[in-house]
């Protein structure tokens, strides 16, 4: 009841100040170690997600130590199948789409040299028949790639005979007419220009600038891998200790808050783990969705795509960021069967709106239920918010986060407003 309530004294004020202080220093302390506390956060994150399979195979080999390994290594193994499966085949996509930007340049050239032909018939139509036909066999084409070709041959072939600057002229005589003689009469008056001058000293002292930028770049790609290394030590420690972490971490609580805190936490814990299991049946069923779907309209890569797309499904409306790869993979359809990219696009956009469709009315509500209390919406916003709080590290910690707030609104505000009530 009211009269029941707390006074608000001058030392609850006091330690409800200090609190709040503490709270907002633990805060900055987290802001400004986020680089140093990344990798320990995400080998926490991944031991409690493989401790249930290391749980697994220690029953069966009796050895911890034997387990990890054993977990780290089928972990390894089935992400290098995952690769040599899709690899190959991003491959094959890859040297299909040279082929058809390939395709599509030839096609470019043939129609500009079949239009300079074109202009150029009625200009000569009023002189003898043999003589155009004679010239439009002797001409050349309008892009000059041939020419270019054969100049280049005969520029090293005569590079013991003739100077350079002659053999230099030849070239550019045999390209003259072309769009590529054009183009290189242009850049020499560039070269001998001021512009071009002043262009190499603003150039000069940009790579000054640069040659630190590679440097950096360099040290960044070094300290990458060095904490993908310290992300596998941390992982390896944490899954050997996770029992002894389990079994003694009640002892270092407060007596007073001892049970409120561990039933807090248990809590917790059911929630996230009904999470990440609904989730991952979710993503699954998306993956393989996405992946008829894209199969159906004749996607490149669509079954290495979908299953990306899926992966994406682990966070909520994540994989909307996968449409702008996915315009480019229906230009690339469009480009193979010689079809609109309109309608490639739209065939595209179907796909993910019939899956989302099915994902939102049949997959989720049935996978997931009301046993989770964590609906879509709920997650989106909490990965915005910590990842803007605390960067990529709260992005990694972001459903673990938001789990935690949930359990404590459940814990301490729910039910202290069933009691007050």
Same mark, same amino acid.
């Given at each position: 009841?009211?009269?029941?309530?707390?006074?608000?004294?001058?030392?609850?004020?006091?330690?409800?100040?200090?609190?709040?202080?503490?709270?907002?220093?633990?805060?900055?302390?987290?802001?400004?170690?986020?680089?140093?506390?990344?990798?320990? =956060?995400?080998?926490?994150?991944?031991?409690?997600?493989?401790?249930?399979?290391?749980?697994?195979?220690?029953?069966?080999?009796?050895?911890?130590?034997?387990?990890?390994?054993?977990?780290?290594?089928?972990?390894?193994?089935?992400?290098?199948?995952?690769?040599?499966? $899709?690899?190959?085949?991003?491959?094959?996509?890859?040297?299909?789409?040279?082929?058809?930007?390939?395709?599509?340049?030839?096609?470019?050239?043939?129609?500009?040299?079949?239009?300079?032909?074109?202009?150029? =018939?009625?200009?000569?139509?009023?002189?003898?028949?043999?003589?155009?036909?004679?010239?439009?066999?002797?001409?050349?084409?309008?892009?000059?790639?041939?020419?270019?070709?054969?100049?280049?041959?005969?520029?090293?072939?005569?590079?013991?005979?003739?100077?350079?600057?002659?053999?230099?002229?030849?070239?550019?005589?045999?390209?003259?007419?072309?769009? $590529?003689?054009?183009?290189?009469?242009?850049?020499?008056?560039?070269?001998?220009?001021?512009?071009?001058?002043?262009?190499?000293?603003?150039?000069?002292?940009?790579?000054?600038?640069?040659?630190?930028?590679?440097?950096?770049?360099?040290?960044?790609?070094?300290?990458?891998?060095?904490?993908?290394?310290?992300?596998?030590?941390?992982?390896?420690?944490?899954?050997?200790?996770?029992?002894?972490?389990?079994?003694?971490?009640?002892?270092?609580?407060?007596?007073?808050?001892?049970?409120?805190?561990?039933?807090?936490?248990?809590?917790?814990? =059911?929630?996230?783990?009904?999470?990440?299991?609904?989730?991952?049946?979710?993503?699954?069923?998306?993956?393989?969705?996405?992946?008829?779907?894209?199969?159906?309209?004749?996607?490149?890569?669509?079954?290495?795509?979908?299953?990306?797309?899926?992966?994406?499904?682990?966070?909520?409306?994540?994989?909307?960021?996968?449409?702008?790869?996915?315009?480019?993979?229906?230009?690339?359809?469009? $480009?193979?069967?010689? =079809?609109?990219?309109?309608?490639?696009?739209?065939?595209?956009?179907?796909?993910?709106?019939?899956?989302?469709?099915?994902?939102?009315?049949?997959?989720?509500?049935?996978?997931?239920?009301?046993?989770?209390?964590?609906?879509?919406?709920? $997650?989106?916003?909490?990965?915005?918010?910590?990842?803007?709080?605390?960067?990529?590290?709260?992005?990694?910690?972001?459903?673990?986060?938001?789990?935690?707030?949930?359990?404590?609104?459940?814990?301490?505000?729910?039910?202290?407003?069933?009691?007050?009530?």
């Amino acid at each position: 009841m009211a009269g029941e309530t707390t006074p608000y004294t001058f030392d609850r004020v006091v330690r409800m100040v200090l609190s709040a202080a503490a709270l907002v220093a633990v805060f900055l302390l987290l802001r400004y170690l986020s680089d140093v506390l990344l990798p320990f =956060a995400v080998a926490v994150v991944l031991a409690y997600l493989l401790n249930p399979l290391v749980a697994l195979f220690e029953r069966r080999t009796r050895r911890r130590g034997v387990a990890v390994g054993v977990t780290l290594f089928g972990l390894a193994a089935l992400g290098l199948a995952l690769v040599v499966l $899709i690899v190959p085949l991003m491959l094959g996509q890859v040297d299909r789409f040279r082929h058809d930007v390939r395709k599509l340049a030839d096609d470019l050239g043939a129609s500009i040299t079949a239009a300079s032909i074109t202009t150029a =018939a009625p200009a000569s139509a009023s002189g003898n028949a043999d003589k155009v036909a004679e010239e439009s066999a002797e001409s050349t084409s309008a892009l000059g790639w041939h020419e270019l070709a054969e100049g280049w041959k005969e520029y090293r072939r005569d590079a013991g005979t003739q100077s350079r600057r002659e053999r230099f002229a030849e070239l550019r005589q045999k390209v003259a007419g072309t769009y $590529i003689g054009q183009a290189l009469d242009e850049a020499i008056g560039y070269v001998k220009s001021d512009d071009f001058r002043d262009l190499l000293l603003n150039t000069a002292r940009q790579l000054v600038a640069g040659g630190w930028s590679v440097v950096t770049f360099a040290v960044n790609v070094v300290l990458g891998l060095t904490g993908l290394v310290i992300v596998l030590v941390y992982l390896v420690f944490l899954l050997m200790d996770f029992p002894e972490y389990a079994r003694t971490w009640r002892s270092f609580l407060p007596p007073q808050y001892r049970d409120a805190t561990v039933d807090f936490l248990a809590q917790f814990d =059911a929630a996230m783990r009904r999470y990440f299991r609904g989730q991952s049946v979710v993503a699954l069923l998306t993956g393989t969705l996405m992946a008829a779907g894209f199969t159906l309209i004749g996607l490149p890569m669509a079954v290495p795509f979908g299953l990306f797309v899926g992966l994406l499904a682990m966070v909520p409306y994540l994989p909307a960021v996968s449409i702008v790869p996915g315009v480019m993979l229906a230009g690339l359809r469009a $480009i193979e069967g010689d =079809a609109s990219f309109l309608v490639s696009v739209l065939l595209l956009l179907a796909v993910y709106g019939v899956v989302q469709v099915i994902q939102d009315t049949q997959i989720t509500p049935r996978v997931m239920g009301k046993a989770t209390g964590l609906r879509p919406i709920a $997650i989106l916003l909490g990965v915005f918010v910590w990842g803007k709080l605390l960067g990529f590290l709260g992005l990694i910690l972001a459903i673990p986060l938001t789990c935690l707030g949930i359990a404590y609104y459940r814990r301490y505000v729910l039910m202290h407003e069933a009691k007050t009530n």
